[in-house]
């Protein structure tokens, strides 16, 4: 009977982890959107040459001179015509003259299939002055911007919440444990939003 029960219990547990993970998946397809509708984004070309797209849903930066920002997401890796989804945080710290708070959605588009290997067997630092320069742009133009990372990476925000003061560098982006189903509802809906 105590096996039973525990079995039963340990079913019901990764019920709640798989739905909770369908539910962030669906969050992110969500946020892919939104950040399509207010960009003029070459979409499907962009999508056809990434080896892999980052979503971060909410991506927090704020501080009082000393700053951190973190968030995850989804690291969805194309395999030929087929995508696999998978956990990836990003996060960094800066310090400066620098006061208040954002909260944005991140959308980073992979084309160099060597970082996105980088991502998964270890971590990814983003170029510190590459970074500056998105930041920069993205509060004086204060909405969605496209910014170049390089000829590899290019980003996608949007800005909820005044940012007063240095820009973040250095912010890596690595694996974690979250696993994703790729046969879910939430990933249907997340290929759906990629237009695929």
Same mark, same amino acid.
């Given at each position: 009977?105590?096996?039973?029960?525990?079995? $039963?219990? =340990? &079913?019901?547990? $990764? *019920?709640? @982890?798989? +739905?909770?993970?369908? %539910?962030?998946? /669906?969050?992110?397809?969500?946020?892919?959107?939104?950040?399509?509708?207010?960009?003029?984004?070459?979409?499907? %070309?962009? &999508?056809?040459? +990434?080896?892999?797209?980052?979503?971060?849903?909410?991506?927090?930066?704020?501080? *009082?001179?000393?700053? =951190?920002?973190?968030?995850?997401?989804?690291?969805?890796?194309?395999? @030929?015509?087929?995508?696999?989804?998978?956990?990836?945080?990003?996060?960094?710290? +800066?310090?400066? /003259?620098?006061? @208040?708070?954002?909260?944005?959605?991140?959308?980073?588009?992979?084309?160099? #299939?060597?970082? &996105?290997?980088?991502?998964?067997? +270890?971590?990814?630092?983003?170029?510190? %002055? $590459?970074?500056?320069?998105?930041?920069?742009?993205?509060?004086?133009?204060?909405?969605?911007?496209?910014?170049? *990372? #390089?000829?590899?990476?290019?980003?996608?925000?949007?800005?909820?919440?005044?940012?007063?003061?240095?820009?973040?560098? =250095?912010?890596?982006? #690595?694996?974690?444990?979250?696993?994703? #189903?790729?046969?879910?509802?939430?990933?249907?809906?997340?290929?759906?939003?990629?237009?695929?």
């Amino acid at each position: 009977m105590k096996k039973l029960f525990m079995a $039963l219990i =340990g &079913v019901f547990a $990764l *019920f709640c @982890g798989a +739905s909770a993970n369908d %539910e962030f998946m /669906l969050e992110c397809a969500n946020s892919y959107k939104n950040v399509l509708k207010t960009n003029k984004i070459p979409s499907q %070309e962009i &999508v056809k040459a +990434s080896h892999a797209i980052i979503i971060i849903p909410s991506f927090y930066k704020g501080g *009082f001179f000393i700053g =951190g920002a973190g968030g995850k997401g989804i690291m969805i890796e194309k395999n @030929g015509t087929n995508w696999h989804p998978s956990g990836v945080n990003i996060g960094g710290l +800066s310090v400066g /003259l620098q006061i @208040g708070f954002e909260n944005n959605i991140l959308v980073i588009y992979i084309l160099n #299939s060597q970082i &996105v290997k980088q991502i998964k067997n +270890s971590k990814f630092t983003l170029n510190a %002055e $590459l970074v500056a320069s998105f930041w920069d742009k993205s509060r004086a133009l204060n909405k969605m911007s496209e910014i170049t *990372f #390089s000829d590899s990476i290019y980003a996608y925000t949007n800005n909820k919440g005044l940012f007063a003061g240095a820009s973040l560098g =250095g912010a890596v982006i #690595s694996a974690n444990q979250e696993k994703f #189903s790729n046969i879910s509802y939430g990933f249907s809906e997340l290929i759906h939003a990629l237009g695929n």
